[in-house]
Structures are given as structure tokens and as C-alpha cells.
């Protein structure tokens, strides 16, 4: 069994060993292979190498033979640029000396001329001092005498010729004037304005004038306290008559009477509402009456309140014209004036628009409307240009450019055609103005209206501050005023209202 083992374990030894070298064996047989590829691989490198270097040394010297030649062609370009040059240089210099040559004669000619305008002063010089000896008078004296003599045989010719002149210049301004303004007056036409100082409101039926005068006429009353009208209720069938020089007030008047008519409810506190109710009303019709009227006078850039105060002008009258009327018609007349003489047309047309632009408040300040007007274009940012144009309409302010005499004029012409004015309403109107005027001259008075053309006064009182003593003295003392103060025929009736009225709510 040992022997066995040895021989087992001699055979394991062997087994070992030949492993060995057969692994050895092939290692070397395997790098051998190795090598003879790596071999391979580096003689194609090399052989690729030489190639390339081959293909880089035919391309370098293609460039440097393009090179070359582009070299060659730009000494070329060079050499004939500079020849160019040379022919530029060596004709300027043959032009210069041209030049000189020129300005060498002009010289020499120059001062040819200046020696024989000398020799001609001296000459000239002589022939005086011969003439002057000869004539026995100095130049300056001889002068004067011709002067003279040529003035005194002309004089009479030249006075008839300016004469002449100023006559016929004056006859055609004459004629330009009044070919432009009868031009103006054709091109604008209007109807005659015939403004009153009634309206009538139709009835839907007979019976609803019971309604409107109410019991004991209690309505009627608070309508003319709220709205300053006077009703007359019995003049036409079917109708009911507003009558009051102030025609806001009879539009106010008419509005809510139509109101009240559509709503069925006539009494005290629903006329009060319709009232409040038309003032605001009436208040967006005026605002839409002033953008109309600023339309129709092509002017689109003023200010909303002007167009406000425009829209007013619709119911003040002048001697019986409508102002707002008037306005606009003087706004076209002026505009056609200022046109065919060759002035500011917008300035004038605005100035024209607004020129009475015064009498839209003028009742509740002081001032005359030109005053008022002025200071109501400063304050709402209009030019100085259209105030100026503006204020000389009746001479209280000088002329201070042309529009301004245009602007009169149109006014004139507007103010002076036939059928445009009534001198007698203007002063029934005045009267009523100055009675309400007297009135409100007294504390405690909250509104005053001027009835019946004037044949009345209804004066409504402030009940805190004056009792019924109080009253009954404050129409004798508006009485005895107004008779001192106002011009009147016949005899006006005061009547002092004062009225107590409690009001609460039940919440």
C-alpha cells in the first residue's frame, strides 16, 4: 500500500510538472503570435505615414505656387495704380500752374480797373469844381435848389395825386366791406326770432284741471312756489297757460307739469318730487342743447362747463332775441368775415360763440356780462387770444387785434337785421329782472317771482327767521322799495308767504 501511494503520489508529481511546461509552451507559442501582428500593424503605419507626408508636401507646394502667382498679380495692380497715380499728379500739376497763370492776369486786370477808377474820381472830381465856378454855388447848395424848385412845381400835382388816391383806396375798402359782409349775411340765413313769455301745455282731457288746481288750490299754489311760474288754468280749453318772463323757468314749469300729467298724482309733496325731478332733467337737456349748438359752429374743443354755460344762453334773451341764437349765428357770420380777409377763423368763431358767454349767469353775480364773460373763460383755461377777440363787443375793453373788430361787427349785423330784436320786451323783461332783484335785497327771503307781468310779487320767507309780525312788515318794507327804486306802471301787489312744514319718518 505504501508503494501504491508513492507511485500515485509519483504520478501526481509528473502529472504537475508536464502541465507546466504544455502551459509555458503555449504561452510563448501565443506571444510569438502577438508579436508578429504588432510587426504587421506598425510597417502599415509606417507605410500610411509615408503617404501622408507625401500628400502634405504636394499641398504645401500648391500653396506656395498659388501664393506665388496671387504675389505676382498684386505687384502688378500696384505697379499700375502708381502709373494712374503719376498721370493724376502730373495733371493737377499742369492745371495748377493754370491756375496761377489766371489769377496772375486777374490780378494785373484788377488793378487796371482801380487805376482807371481812379483817373475817372479825378476827372470827375474836376468837372464838379469847373461847375461849381461856372454856377457860382456849391454842390450841396445846388442840391437844395433843385430840390426846392422840383418841390414847388409838383406840390399841387402831388396833393390832388394822394388825394386822388386816399379817395379811390377809400371807395374800394368801402366797397370790399360791404361786398363781404353782404356776403356773409347771404350765405347765412335764419328766421327772424320771435321769443315769448308763455307756454301752453295741452290737457289730455277738461276734467284734470280740477286735478291741478286741487282743493282750495292747494296744488296750483305749490306749483308756482316751486317752479316761480304763473299758472292760467282757464284761458283755452283743454290747455293749460305758463306764463313768466324767465323762459328757464317756464321750461322748468312745463316739464313738470307734463310729468305730473303722465304720473296721475297731483298733490303738494308729488309736485315737489316732479319738480327735483325736472331740474334734472333740464339740467342734461341744457348740457345737450350747449354740445349742439357748439356742433353746428364746428368748435368741438372746449371745455364741459363752457358747453354748460352755452346751453344756458338758450334761455336768456336780449331785446327779444334768443342768445344762444344769436351766438351761433354770429359765430358763422364772424367765421365768413375772418375767412375772406385772411384772419385767425378759429379764434374769431370761438370768440364769437362765447362773446355773451356772460349772460348765462350774469342774474346771479355782479358785473356787466363782458366782465362776467372774461372771467369765466380765464378761470376754465380758454386762450388770451379769444378773450381779447371777445371783450370789445361793446367797446368796454379796446380793440386789440383784428378778430375783434370782427367779432362787433358780426355782432352788429346779427343785433341789427330786421325782426332779430324788440326794444320793449327787453324792458318789460328788465323791469321784472330789477323787481325780483329788490326783493332778494332783504334777509330771509329764499325765493321771489315776479307775477302777472309785473303786477305782482310772491316773496316765500325763511319761518325762522321772520314770524308773522315779521312779515307783515317785510312787505311793507319791500313795497316802499321797490317804489323807490323801480320804474313801473300802475301799482305791483307784494304778498310774503311764509310757511311752516314738518317732516319725519316713521321707520
Known amino acids: 500500500?505504501?508503494?501504491?501511494?508513492?507511485?500515485?503520489?509519483?504520478?501526481?508529481?509528473?502529472?504537475?510538472?508536464?502541465?507546466?511546461?504544455?502551459?509555458?509552451?503555449?504561452?510563448?507559442?501565443?506571444?510569438?503570435?502577438?508579436?508578429?501582428?504588432?510587426?504587421?500593424?506598425?510597417?502599415?503605419?509606417?507605410?500610411?505615414?509615408?503617404?501622408?507626408?507625401?500628400?502634405?508636401?504636394?499641398?504645401?507646394?500648391?500653396?506656395?505656387?498659388?501664393?506665388?502667382?496671387?504675389?505676382?498679380?498684386?505687384?502688378?495692380?500696384?505697379?499700375r495704380l502708381e502709373e494712374h497715380l503719376l498721370k493724376k499728379e502730373t495733371f493737377l500739376e499742369k492745371q495748377q500752374g493754370e491756375v496761377e497763370r489766371l489769377s496772375s492776369q486777374k490780378k494785373e486786370e484788377l488793378e487796371r480797373m482801380k487805376a482807371l477808377e481812379l483817373d475817372l474820381q479825378s476827372e470827375k472830381e474836376k468837372i464838379g469844381l469847373e461847375l461849381e465856378r461856372v454856377a457860382e454855388l456849391s454842390r450841396a447848395d445846388a442840391r437844395v435848389k433843385i430840390f426846392e424848385e422840383v418841390e414847388?412845381?409838383?406840390?399841387?400835382?402831388?396833393?390832388?395825386?394822394?388825394?386822388?388816391?386816399?379817395?379811390e383806396k377809400m371807395k374800394e375798402i368801402e366797397d370790399r366791406s360791404v361786398e363781404i359782409i353782404t356776403s356773409a349775411i347771404q350765405r347765412y340765413a335764419r328766421n327772424s326770432i320771435n321769443d315769448i313769455t308763455t307756454s301752453v301745455v295741452t290737457l289730455p282731457n277738461e276734467d284734470i284741471k280740477g286735478k291741478i288746481i286741487g282743493r282750495e288750490g292747494r296744488n296750483i299754489r305749490a306749483f308756482e312756489r316751486l317752479t316761480g311760474v304763473e299758472v292760467v288754468v282757464d284761458e283755452a280749453p283743454e290747455s293749460i297757460l305758463l306764463s313768466s318772463f324767465d323762459p328757464m323757468r317756464r321750461e322748468l314749469a312745463r316739464i313738470t307739469l307734463e310729468k305730473l300729467l303722465k304720473d296721475g298724482r297731483i298733490q303738494p309733496a308729488k309736485i315737489e318730487e316732479k319738480v327735483e325731478e325736472a331740474r334734472m332733467e333740464l339740467d342734461d337737456y341744457i348740457r345737450k342743447v350747449g354740445e349742439d349748438a357748439a356742433f353746428e359752429a364746428g368748435i368741438i374743443d372746449l371745455p364741459k362747463e363752457i358747453v354748460h354755460l352755452i346751453g344756458r344762453l338758450n334761455y336768456r334773451t336780449s331785446y327779444g332775441q334768443n342768445v344762444l341764437q344769436h351766438s351761433v349765428e354770429m359765430t358763422h357770420i364772424a367765421g365768413m368775415i375772418a375767412s375772406e380777409l385772411g384772419l385767425k377763423v378759429d379764434v374769431t368763431k370761438k370768440a364769437a360763440l362765447l362773446h355773451d358767454i356772460g349772460k348765462a349767469i350774469d342774474h346771479e353775480v355782479e358785473g356787466t356780462h363782458v366782465e362776467i364773460g372774461r372771467k369765466l373763460l380765464k378761470k376754465y383755461g380758454i386762450s388770451e387770444e379769444i378773450i381779447r377777440a371777445m371783450e370789445a363787443h361793446h367797446e368796454e375793453y379796446p380793440f386789440s387785434s383784428p378778430e375783434s373788430y370782427v367779432v362787433a361787427a358780426a355782432d352788429a349785423i346779427s343785433a341789427a337785421r330786421p325782426g332779430a330784436r324788440r326794444d320793449t320786451l327787453e324792458k318789460y323783461v328788465r323791469r321784472l329782472e330789477d323787481i325780483e332783484r329788490v326783493v332778494h335785497t332783504f334777509p330771509?327771503?329764499?325765493?321771489?317771482?315776479?307775477?302777472?307781468a309785473g303786477r305782482e310779487v310772491r316773496v316765500f320767507v325763511t319761518p325762522e327767521k321772520i314770524d308773522d309780525f315779521g312779515a307783515l312788515q317785510l312787505a311793507k318794507q319791500i313795497a316802499a322799495k321797490i317804489q323807490s327804486e323801480v320804474q313801473y306802471p300802475g301799482e305791483i301787489k307784494v304778498t310774503v308767504v311764509r310757511e311752516v312744514k314738518a317732516v319725519e319718518y316713521a321707520r
Open 1 to 79: 500500500m505504501n508503494s501504491t501511494i508513492l507511485l500515485a503520489a509519483a504520478f501526481l508529481v509528473a502529472g504537475a510538472v508536464l502541465g507546466y511546461f504544455v502551459r509555458r509552451w503555449a504561452v510563448l507559442r501565443n506571444g510569438d503570435r502577438l508579436e508578429a501582428k504588432a510587426q504587421e500593424e506598425i510597417e502599415s503605419a509606417k507605410s500610411e505615414a509615408k503617404e501622408i507626408l507625401l500628400a502634405a508636401k504636394d499641398n504645401a507646394a500648391q500653396i506656395v505656387a498659388d501664393a506665388q502667382k496671387e504675389e505676382r498679380e498684386r505687384k502688378q495692380d500696384l505697379r
Open 152 to 167: 414847388n412845381a409838383s406840390r399841387g400835382e402831388l396833393a390832388d395825386k394822394i388825394a386822388k388816391m386816399e379817395r
Open 444 to 452: 330771509g327771503v329764499t325765493q321771489a317771482y315776479a307775477v302777472s
